[in-house]
């Protein structure tokens, strides 16, 4: 997918890819040398950044795209359209990891990720794409 295309939802996604590679400047990755930065889209337009923080215990760290969806949930958003995630890969695009996935999983199945290169291309799908036959809040009987 071209960067500068804008979907089904209206978004701009060269604009969301933007931001998530200007996030990704910020991000603290002093041990792996892997900078990752994602920009989440709400439902209601606004668009809020994030990007991997790590830790000297490694299971204390925090994936940009969980970063950027937790900032989200503390500022009171919940529905999202859309998040695009930016690293320094070049040939491939950077896809979530199974943590995030499923993460993404608890706000919907419908919302899209887009995934990118270096040089702003990326790669779209969905949630349920990206998790199928996946286990969310549907799942969980109170």
Same mark, same amino acid.
């Given at each position: 997918m071209a960067a500068n295309q804008t979907t089904e939802y209206g978004i701009?996604?060269?604009?969301? *890819?933007? #931001?998530?590679?200007? @996030?990704k400047?910020? $991000?603290y990755c002093p041990y792996s040398k892997f900078p990752v930065g994602a920009a989440l889209q709400t439902e209601n337009d606004a668009i809020i950044t994030g990007c991997n923080?790590?830790?000297?215990?490694?299971?204390?760290? *925090?994936? #940009?795209?969980?970063? @950027?969806?937790?900032? $989200?949930v503390s500022e009171g958003?919940?529905?999202?359209?859309?998040?695009?995630?930016?690293s320094n890969l070049d040939k491939e695009?950077?896809?979530p990891c199974?943590?995030?996935r499923q993460f993404m999983r608890e706000f919907g199945v419908k919302w899209t990720v887009y995934m990118t290169r270096t040089d702003g291309t990326c790669e779209a799908m969905t949630?349920?794409?990206l998790l199928p036959e996946s286990f969310g809040p549907d799942n969980v009987k109170n």
């Open positions: 701009d996604v060269k604009t969301l *890819i933007m #931001a998530s590679m200007e @996030a400047k910020y $991000a923080v790590e830790n000297a215990c490694n299971n204390l760290g *925090i994936c #940009a795209e969980r970063n @950027a969806m937790a900032k $989200a958003h919940t529905r999202f359209k859309a998040i695009a995630i930016a695009p950077i896809t199974g943590g995030c949630v349920g794409q």
